[in-house]
């Protein structure tokens, strides 16, 4: 274990110590916190000691998001797909080059107070959903309620808190959750229709 989470003896029993430094490794490597070096932590321990502990695996990368968010000293496919939703969306001006930096923050930021969304510069989930990642990746059934006044946003957010109107405009439709099948979706338009609110399912491919 790298010494910047391992501060005990070399000894070879894994014992508390040890597993307290694989639940801080694997926190900072967006991989389940549960103290166990199994398959996936020994490959990330491993790209790190070689320096690459940027280049996670696909299902790394899947876990990054929800667990701790991209940020800044991030590298990797997930920041080049950031940079161009954020660019095509105007908010970013710099080189899609992967590394996410001040500018790629700064952007966020920005995008963040536009959608209403918690302003920390840190692309999470909710964050990633907004900018239409999930939907376009691996969830392409959107749910989709059509305003009928100022304060319908409120009241989808009663049901799906991360919900987010897709421009500006008061009269916006407003994007309530993405899947990755219809039956799914549908379910959750169908809830938000017993409710009051009329949601329909969009297909995005």
Do not use: C
């Amino acid at each position: 274990m790298a010494a910047k989470y391992y501060k005990g003896p070399v000894t070879g029993y894994y014992g508390k110590l040890t597993q307290a430094a694989v639940k801080r490794f694997q926190a900072a490597n967006g991989l389940a916190a549960d103290g166990i070096a199994g398959t996936q932590t020994l490959a990330a321990l491993k790209r790190h000691m070689e320096g690459g502990k940027n280049t996670k695996t696909k299902q790394s990368e899947g876990l990054s998001v929800s667990v701790r968010g991209l940020r800044i000293g991030d590298r990797g496919s997930e920041v080049i797909e950031a940079q161009q939703r954020l660019k095509a969306a105007g908010f970013y001006k710099g080189p899609i080059d992967g590394k996410y930096g001040g500018q790629t923050a700064r952007a966020v930021k920005r995008f963040q107070v536009e959608r209403g969304l918690r302003v920390d510069g840190i692309v999470g989930k909710e964050t990633w959903f907004a900018a239409g990642y999930l939907g376009s990746s691996n969830s392409p059934y959107l749910v989709v309620v059509i305003p009928e006044s100022g304060e319908t946003l409120l009241q989808v957010r009663q049901y799906v808190s991360n919900a987010y109107p897709k421009d500006s405009r008061q009269d916006a439709d407003i994007y309530a959750g993405t899947f990755p099948n219809p039956s799914s979706a549908e379910g959750q338009a169908e809830m938000l229709r017993s409710r009051g609110l009329q949601a329909r399912v969009v297909y995005l491919r």
